[in-house]
T-cell receptor, first 112, second 110 residues
């Protein structure tokens, strides 16, 4: 069974631009969560989608948004990029919304 | 919200040594996972262990949910064990997703 995939793997953007990251969960998994990892703040939860509905949301500004499609693939969008948005963005999936999470390889975003 | 602490923050070992990593959490949890993050950033699942004891080769883990801690044991360490080990908990009070600890950075020297 294929694992969680994320695209793109690396991205360089300029301050003020917007970016969209994509995540494909393990086949059959309906829950997708997004996390941001920075050296200063560690791993922080952004949001979780389950069956196309946002179920949980972390403490991030409204510039961070996401969505989930009927095939469980998810995208997250960051608008008006700031230098502090430079981070590794990790996506995780799990089957029913409870239980063990499996992570993708991440997208490393650099904002210049 | 729930607080997750990991100790020690850094650990340097000689190849072949054993080690114990600890994770303390401040509230009841539904789930607990241990991960190893490799140098490329990938989080690799080690254990899904909300309670009890599990073993996988040279690694084992124990979670005592009533006392709010979990331990990860690494025996006969190898250089490939180097990296950062994270504990992540999902609070019992649903509405919060996984909360990660700050990690333990392990360096295994040849």
């Amino acid at each position: 069974k294929a694992g969680v995939t994320q695209t793109p793997r690396y991205l360089i953007k300029t301050r003020g631009q917007q970016v969209t990251l994509s995540c494909s969960p393990i086949s059959g998994h309906r829950s997708v969560s997004w996390y941001q990892q920075t050296p200063g703040q560690g791993l922080q939860f952004l949001f979780e989608y389950f069956s196309e509905t946002q179920r949980n949301k972390g403490n991030f500004p409204g510039r961070f948004s996401g969505r989930q499609f009927s095939n469980s693939r998810s995208e997250m969008n960051v608008s008006t990029l700031e230098l502090g948005d430079s981070a590794l963005y990790l996506c995780a999936s799990r089957g029913t919304g409870f239980g063990e999470q499996y992570f993708g390889p991440g997208t490393r975003l650099t904002v210049t | 919200g729930i607080q997750v602490e990991q100790s020690p923050p850094d650990l340097i070992l000689q190849e072949g040594a054993n080690s114990t990593l600890r994770c303390n959490f401040s509230d009841s949890v539904n789930n607990l996972q241990w991960f190893h993050q490799n140098p490329w950033g990938q989080l690799i699942n080690l254990f899904y262990i909300p309670s009890g004891t599990k073993q996988n080769g040279r690694l084992s883990a124990t979670t005592v949910a009533t006392e709010r801690y979990s331990l990860l044991y690494i025996s006969s360490s190898q250089t490939t064990d180097s990296g950062v080990y994270f504990c992540a908990v999902e609070p019992f009070n649903y509405g919060q997703n996984f909360v990660f600890g700050p990690g333990t950075r392990l360096s295994v020297l040849p």
